[in-house]
């Protein structure tokens, strides 16, 4: 007799509490894409986001483990954000979606707020 697979959903609700929120995605997008970023320079990448909302992005997905954060004791105080192991690991996921969400012919998109790189 053949065990059937049971696919659990429930880690899958953790996540989503990540990725859903506005910013998140196209945070780890951009982090990826240049695999280290200063705030200033992710802020001009995501149009349109403020500084809180990026600051609050940036710490969840800190407390989250899918990005790190490196101080520079320099002259003035420099920050670079990269992505951890496990946010490579998301960042090679998102590909896919932003290749499936690229070739729908419906897809409605007014503004585009970051360039994505898809490969």
């Known amino acids: 007799m053949k065990k059937e697979s049971i696919v659990l959903f429930?880690?899958?609700?953790?996540?989503?509490?990540?990725?859903?929120k506005k910013w998140s995605l196209l945070a780890i997008?951009?982090?990826?894409?240049?695999?280290?970023?200063?705030?200033?320079?992710?802020?001009?990448?995501?149009?349109?986001?403020?500084?809180?909302?990026?600051?609050?992005?940036?710490?969840?997905?800190?407390?989250n483990r899918l990005i790190s954060r490196k101080d520079f004791a320099e002259k003035l105080l420099r920050t670079e954000y990269s992505l951890t192991d496990e946010?490579?690991?998301?960042?090679?996921?998102?590909?896919?979606?932003?290749?499936w969400a690229a070739s729908r012919k419906n897809a409605v998109v007014t503004e585009c707020s970051c360039k994505a790189k898809i490969k």
């Open 29 to 63: 997008n951009e982090i990826g894409n240049h695999k280290n970023i200063r705030f200033n320079e992710l802020k001009r990448e995501l149009k349109g986001i403020t500084a809180k909302s990026l600051t609050n992005t940036l710490n969840e997905l800190q407390s």
């Open 87 to 99: 946010g490579t690991k998301l960042y090679h996921l998102i590909i896919p979606l932003l290749q």
């Open 10 to 20: 429930c880690p899958l609700q953790g996540v989503i509490d990540i990725i859903s």
